[in-house]
């Protein structure tokens, strides 16, 4: 029984020695400075890190557009009637001022020929009215009277004249026509689409860019573009900008025109648009790797007598493998790269310089 008791004893009396020791400890610890404890003893940390220096660096925008036609139309009469000779073959070339359609015109110069006969028996009446008057036979007004008849009859034949000329349908400009929606014999009217007519040598790119770089772009910039699915690349030169910013996009509009002498650029296709900003002499770029967001922006770690030092950055462009700072550092800054997670202000670091 008295060796139990012992037994206890000496149990609570090692547990006592062992909170003892942990509190005399730690108040040790706490007694001794920054530069007496862990700090003092830490080991450096090895992390890599680049010297800041000044490069030149071309500014890019990578945007998205659309490929449309230089010129597209679709074809329609301007006058009812029903159609006596398609002109065109569906998906071929046509000419500028090629006939296209026939609308038949027989009634038009039955009325036209109507016309004739009324303005040359006007035209009789005219003439002898003046003679009257001459001879103070008849009064002006009848004169007049006479006179207002044969031009009004003129307009008349003027107007079916415009009207048999609308009957053929010719192309406004010179392109691929596609598609007809009518057959010869059909009933038109002007609201009837025949077909589309396009012009697609050069073609136009069109595309938009946040506002904030409106001020970097002008007329004849030159832009390189590919097409989804593939890599090759196309050239183009903007030659429109639109006046004023898109409100609810905050964007601006550009037009751009690209050579399509192959015919491989198709209108309504999808563009990848690659388009050169300013390019500045001095930047200074630092691997993306190196930015750490934060709550009220980015930040990057320095290394600064032996110690890695936090240093608020703003950032502008980016490329694949780099940001563009545009304040916080200086040439000549260590940036660390690696271990950066781990680090906090005042660490010790041991920095191993990587080539850019």
Do not use: C, H, W
């Amino acid at each position: 029984m008295k060796l139990k008791y012992l037994f206890y004893a000496l149990l609570i009396g090692g547990l006592a020695a062992l909170v003892i020791y942990r509190i005399t400890t730690n108040k040790e610890s706490q007694n001794q400075g920054p530069g007496k404890g862990g700090a003092a003893t830490q080991r450096p940390a090895a992390v890599n890190g680049i010297e800041v220096r000044p490069s030149e660096f071309s500014n890019s925008l990578s945007v998205t557009g659309s490929i449309d036609a230089n010129e597209k139309v679709d074809i329609r009469s301007e006058v009812s009637g029903v159609v006596r000779s398609i002109s065109f073959k569906e998906g071929g070339r046509v000419q500028k001022g090629q006939a296209l359609l026939k609308i038949d015109d027989s009634e038009l110069r039955a009325q036209l020929s109507q016309a004739l006969t009324r303005e040359n028996l006007a035209a009789g009446t005219e003439n002898r009215a003046r003679q009257l008057l001459e001879k103070e036979a008849i009064s002006q007004e009848e004169f007049d009277i006479a006179l207002a008849d044969l031009r009004s009859l003129k307009a008349q034949t003027q107007l079916i004249r415009a009207q048999l000329g609308k009957t053929t349908v010719n192309a406004p400009f010179s392109g691929t026509i596609g598609l007809r929606s009518i057959s010869q014999g059909e009933y038109v009217t002007p609201t009837t689409i025949v077909a589309t007519l396009v012009n697609t040598n050069p073609v136009k790119i069109t595309f938009s860019i946040p506002e904030k770089y409106s001020n970097q772009v002008k007329n004849n910039s030159k832009i390189v573009f590919t097409l989804s699915g593939s890599n090759k690349k196309y050239s183009a030169t903007v030659y429109a900008i639109e006046p004023q910013v898109e409100a609810a996009t905050r964007t601006l509009q550009l037009r751009a025109r690209a050579a399509n002498d192959d015919g491989m650029l198709i209108p309504g296709s999808f563009a990848n648009i690659n388009l050169p900003l300013n390019t500045i002499d001095d930047a200074l770029l630092v691997p993306s790797e190196a930015i750490i967001p934060v709550q009220n922006g980015k930040k990057v770690f320095v290394s600064a007598n032996g110690k890695a030092k936090e240093v608020m950055v703003e950032t502008s462009s980016r490329t694949e493998k780099e940001v563009l700072i545009t304040s916080g550092l200086k040439a000549g800054d260590t940036v660390l790269t690696t271990g950066i997670m781990t680090l906090k202000e005042g660490s010790p670091v041991k920095v191993r310089i990587a080539k850019k």
